[in-house]
């Protein structure tokens, strides 16, 4: 058990469907980050939280789109996706610091888009 | 351009071998470099490493950093089966963290 939970675990929508994606940490942390994990590529940082702020969201496309209403909760909103947005879709938590680091994962979420 | 290289990609040992992992990377403003075990779900955290020649212990697994050549080593010792994985290395900046490839490694009895 991490302390960081996703659900749904999985996911299979539409091109046209809209869903979210959520996350929630019970580690005291004041950070929460969404990754990407494609099936042929390196993990992907999408969007990162620092206090309940967005920080950076790495050029994503706008059909993503994360929402961090406080420091123990993390959305994701999918709208108009495409097939190849099809990916496990992890979130992270942390204590924000300046060089330390460790991110605690959640369980993921896996994504397909038909 | 800022890039994080594991190898080798993959890795097919038998128990009780030692193995090697390499990261090296080319970031502009480093703060950290930190190692993850992948296995069938999220990644674990091994290490985090910032200062040159220091060696991170863990078990049968060590890591060390070396910031003037810009690598990083994963050494696992007596690999057991259960070692069968993805390590993921990760460096951050200032503002990013940029994972590698990984390195799929597959321990056989």
């Known amino acids: 058990e991490t302390g960081v939970t996703q659900t749904p675990r999985h996911l299979v929508m539409g091109m046209t469907n809209k869903k979210s994606l959520k996350c929630e940490q019970h580690?005291?942390?004041?950070?929460m980050y969404w990754y990407k994990q494609s099936a042929k590529k390196p993990l992907e940082l999408m969007f990162v939280y620092s206090l309940e702020e967005r920080v950076e969201n790495n050029s994503v496309p706008s059909r993503f789109s994360p929402e961090c209403p406080n420091s123990s909760h993390l959305f994701l909103h999918l709208h108009t996706l495409q097939p190849e947005d099809s990916a496990l879709y992890l979130c992270a938590s942390s204590q924000w610091r300046e060089t330390y680091n460790e991110q605690f994962f959640g369980p993921g979420t896996r994504l397909t888009v038909l | 351009e800022d890039k994080v290289v594991q190898s080798p990609l993959s890795l097919v040992v038998h128990e009780g071998d030692t193995v090697t992992l390499n990261c090296s990377y080319e970031v502009t403003n480093f703060r950290s470099l930190l190692w993850y075990k992948q296995e069938k779900k999220a990644p674990t955290f091994l290490f985090m490493l910032?200062?040159?020649?220091i060696e991170k212990k863990s078990g049968r697994l060590s890591s060390i950093l070396d910031k003037k050549e810009l690598f990083s080593i994963l050494n696992i010792t007596a690999t057991q089966t259960g070692d069968s994985a993805v390590y993921l290395c990760?460096?951050?900046?200032?503002?990013?963290?940029?994972f590698g490839a990984g390195t799929r490694l597959t321990v056989k009895p």
């Open positions: 580690l005291g942390h004041n950070a």
């Open positions: 910032t200062s040159s020649g």
């Open positions: 990760a460096v951050k900046d200032n503002n990013d963290m940029r």
